[in-house]
């Protein structure tokens, strides 16, 4: 950060707020609007009221950026908020935390960006076409711990032949961007439960409904 601040000055800080600012919007967009439509398409269940219910577990990651510190608490809420069988959430929460990483890879898309139009760099089609693989692959083998975005994003900048000045510049808030890829990616655990159960005709409507359990 200091060779970039060096380099080009206080101005470096502008950029540096936008990707904030994009990663969060992509979080919300993702967890809002993604999200809503699986529950009420899906699901058939009342968006507002899995929020409701899901805000524990969501704040647990957001706090701590790990998915595996709120996988206890999902995993208690789920079957007794949600009504979602045991044996679905057993299965599918703990797989989704290692599996499931969906806010990450919106990160891995929005740093490649941030750091092609830092730098000036136009990057073609099949780049682009390669960034979305690659994203998809690196977010689904990415480990449930803090900071491993940071570590993995280094690794696909590399291979898109970015410079890595821009990866200096994000470890330095990374801390910041980290929560709401940590928050997006653990309630999309529960919305997949929750997606499950109604697919197999499991979903108990009369927990999920019930706001003395929210």
């Known amino acids: 950060m200091t060779?970039?601040?060096a380099k080009y000055g206080v101005a470096i800080f502008g950029p540096v707020l936008k990707f904030i600012a994009t990663d969060y919007l992509a979080g919300i967009i993702m967890s809002v609007v993604g999200y809503g439509l699986l529950l009420s398409l899906i699901g058939k269940v009342n968006p507002?009221?899995?929020?409701?219910?899901?805000?524990?577990?969501?704040?647990?990651a957001f706090?701590?950026?790990?998915?595996?510190?709120?996988?206890?608490?999902?995993?208690?809420v789920a079957p007794k908020k949600m009504g979602v069988p045991k044996d679905?959430?057993?299965?599918?929460?703990?797989?989704?935390?290692?599996?499931?990483?969906?806010?990450?890879?919106a990160y891995f898309g929005i740093i490649v960006l941030f750091a092609a139009q830092l730098y000036g760099i136009d990057l073609s089609l099949e780049q682009q076409i390669m960034l979305v693989v690659q994203a998809t692959f690196l977010?689904?083998?990415?480990?449930?711990?803090?900071?491993?975005?940071?570590?993995l994003s280094l690794t696909l900048m590399t291979q898109m032949g970015l410079p890595l000045d821009a990866y200096a510049l994000v470890?330095?808030?990374y801390r910041i961007v980290d929560q709401i890829h940590t928050a997006t990616n653990s309630v999309g655990d529960l919305v997949a439960s929750v997606c499950i159960s109604q697919m197999q005709?499991?979903?108990?409507h009369d927990v999920f409904n019930d706001r003395a359990k929210a």
């Open 88 to 105: 679905i959430a057993s299965f599918i929460l703990p797989l989704g935390c290692t599996a499931q990483m969906n806010g990450t890879c």
């Open 171 to 173: 470890a330095g808030i």
């Open 63 to 76: 706090s701590t950026c790990t998915s595996s510190a709120a996988l206890p608490v999902s995993m208690e």
């Open 139 to 151: 977010s689904v083998g990415c480990a449930a711990t803090p900071q491993i975005g940071l570590v």
């Open 48 to 60: 507002i009221t899995f929020w409701k219910k899901a805000f524990e577990p969501w704040l647990i």
């Open 3 to 5: 060779v970039a601040m």
């Open 201 to 204: 005709g499991e979903l108990d």
